[in-house]
C-alpha cells in the first residue's frame, strides 16, 4: 500500500484520539536547536498537526509537510497557533520546500513510514546552519498489563499490524543509519489518560486497525471497549507511554 493514503478515511479518529507530546520535550529541543521567533521548523508526516502546533507554540514558524489531504483538512489549530504554521502538501522524500530553508526537521510518530536514504538526502538539501533533526514517537511500555491486552486484541483482528510503533524497535538500525550514528536519545516519561471515547478513537487511528467497511471493524471495536471496561478507573483508561526522541545533526 502508498504510505501516503493507509490513513485514509482514519483523520478524523486520528485528530479525536491522538495524544500530543511532553511539554518538557518541547523545551527541550527548542532550547538544543536554539529556536526563535526567526526560526523556521519543518514537521515531517504532519498528520493533523498535532505536534506541528506545539512547535508553533516556541514562537518558531512551522512548515507541517503532510501528503495526506484527510488529515491535512482535519487540522484545527487555534488561530493565533495556526498563523504560525504553513500547511504543505508534500512527503518526506519530497517535501517542496526551498533550499537551506529552515533550521530544524521533525518527524513524530512517522519516520516508520519514510524510505530514510531518501528522507536523510532531503532534509540535508532542506536544513541550514547545524542540520539538526528529531525523531519522536510516544511509545507504548509494553510489559504492562494494558499494552499486554491491546497487543492481543490488534494481534487477533488487525492482520496489518507488526508491533506498536510501527515494527520500529529502540535504537532501530534504521534510526542509526539516518544518524550516521552519532545521535542523543531522550526519554520522557508521559502516562497517557483517555476518556472512554478517545480511548477507542486512539485505537480506530492505528493505520492497522478495520475500516468501518470492513467486516472486523466491529468486533474490534468491541474487543477495544472491552479493554476499556477492564481497566478504567473513575472514568478514565491511563496507557502506560514513555515519549522517546532521537536527535542530532546530520553530516
Not at 496489518?160 to 550514528?181: C, K, L, P
Request: charged residues 25%; hydrophobic residues 40%; glycine residues 8%.
Amino acid at each position: 500500500m502508498d504510505n501516503t493514503k493507509r490513513f485514509d478515511g482514519r483523520a478524523d479518529s486520528y485528530a479525536k484520539g491522538r495524544p500530543g507530546y511532553p511539554s518538557e520535550l518541547v523545551k527541550r529541543l527548542a532550547t538544543w536547536a536554539q529556536l526563535t521567533k526567526e526560526s523556521t521548523v519543518a514537521d515531517i508526516g504532519a498528520g493533523t498537526g498535532i505536534f506541528s502546533g506545539q512547535l508553533a507554540e516556541t514562537g518558531a514558524h512551522v512548515f507541517a509537510v503532510e501528503p495526506n489531504d484527510d488529515m491535512r483538512q482535519r487540522a484545527n489549530l487555534s488561530d493565533s497557533i495556526a498563523q504560525r504554521v504553513t500547511w504543505v502538501e508534500g512527503t518526506a522524500e519530497h517535501t517542496g520546500l526551498a533550499d537551506t530553508s529552515v533550521d530544524l526537521v521533525t518527524a513524530a510518530q512517522a519516520f516508520h513510514w519514510f524510505d530514510g536514504p531518501a528522507f536523510r538526502d532531503e532534509c540535508l538539501r532542506v536544513l541550514r546552519g547545524a542540520s539538526r533533526a528529531a525523531l519522536i514517537w510516544n511509545v507504548r511500555v509494553v510489559d504492562t498489563p494494558v499494552n499486554v491486552a491491546c497487543e492481543k486484541v490488534f494481534t487477533a483482528f488487525c492482520p496489518r499490524f507488526n508491533g506498536f510503533a510501527g515494527g520500529m524497535t529502540r535504537d532501530d538500525q534504521r534510526i542509526v543509519d539516518f544518524f550516521g550514528g552519532q545521535y542523543d536519545l531522550w526519554s520522557f516519561d508521559n502516562p497517557l489518560p483517555y476518556s472512554r471515547e478517545r480511548f477507542v478513537q486512539r485505537c480506530l487511528s492505528g493505520s492497522y486497525a478495520p475500516r468501518e467497511d470492513e467486516a472486523d471493524y466491529e468486533p474490534f471495536k468491541a474487543a477495544v471497549e472491552d479493554i476499556y471496561e477492564r481497566f478504567a478507573v473513575d472514568g478514565s483508561i491511563v496507557v502506560p507511554n514513555e515519549t522517546l526522541a532521537y536527535v542530532g545533526t546530520l553530516r
